[in-house]
């Protein structure tokens, strides 16, 4: 089983539609968490941390379940430029250097 | 400012050849990693450095692959010889020392494409 899994995907949704990720990790140790975004051929980059609180920005929302060991994200009012790569990660520590743990990716494609 | 820099960006070669990329991080950045990325899969982590000192290689299969970081600035990552299921791209990632921040956010460079033949 792999640490991080995440929505097989790709994800097909038109220009204003509300999109959600799911993601699952398998080490209770895990003490942060993070979604990055890799567009085709690039780089990831960081998109948001993840808190147990639960945190938004602008669009996007993500959550933390930590009992159920459970990462989502959440898109609302989609954009053409939204479409990429969307990876969950974790780390053990609570930071973000170290070792980060990706899943595998879902891929949002969204069209007018 | 400058990010991180790889060279090069695509690489083919065949099997059993040997090759090396190259990998400048971020001005000030202690730390630097070293990633592969097979299609369709999120990074795995290679290699970690704080500084000239690789901390963390468990990841690295050490029969044929080797890394180096000599002057804890600027690193290169050596395959020898190099086998089909190495194609992949390789990322390089930079950020400030593991324990010293809080936001000690990893940036990646844009990467090198390897394929074997």
């Known amino acids: 089983r792999k640490e991080v899994e995440q929505d097989p995907g790709p994800f097909n949704v038109p220009e204003g539609a509300t999109v959600a990720f799911n993601c699952t990790y398998s080490?209770?140790?895990?003490?942060?968490f993070f979604w990055y975004r890799q567009d085709c051929r690039k780089e990831p980059k960081l998109l948001m941390s993840?808190?147990?609180s639960g945190n938004e920005d602008g669009r996007f929302t993500a959550q933390l379940n930590r009992a159920s060991q459970y990462i989502s994200l959440l898109i609302r009012d989609s954009k053409l430029s939204d479409s990429a790569t969307y990876l969950c990660?974790?780390?053990?520590?609570?930071?973000?250097?170290?070792?980060?743990?990706f899943g595998q990716g879902t891929e949002l494609s969204v069209k007018p | 400012e400058a990010g991180v820099v790889q060279s090069p960006r695509y690489k083919i070669i065949e099997k059993k050849q040997p090759v090396a990329f190259w990998c400048n991080p971020i001005?000030?950045?202690?730390?630097l990693y070293w990633y592969r990325q097979n299609l369709g899969q999120g990074p795995e982590l290679l290699i970690r450095?704080?500084?000239?000192?690789?901390?963390?290689d468990s990841q690295l299969p050490k029969d044929r692959f080797s890394a180096e970081r000599l002057k804890g600035v600027d690193s290169t990552l050596k395959i020898q010889p190099a086998e089909l299921g190495d194609s992949a791209v390789y990322l390089c990632?930079?950020?400030?020392?593991?324990?010293?921040?809080?936001?000690?956010?990893?940036?990646f460079g844009p990467g090198t494409r390897l394929t074997v033949l």
């Open positions: 990632a930079s950020s400030f020392p593991s324990g010293t921040r809080s936001n000690n956010e990893q940036f």
């Open positions: 080490n209770s140790a895990s003490q942060s």
């Open positions: 993840v808190y147990s």
């Open positions: 990660v974790v780390n053990k520590i609570g930071n973000q250097g170290g070792k980060l743990i």
């Open positions: 001005s000030g950045h202690n730390t």
């Open positions: 450095y704080e500084n000239e000192e690789a901390v963390d």
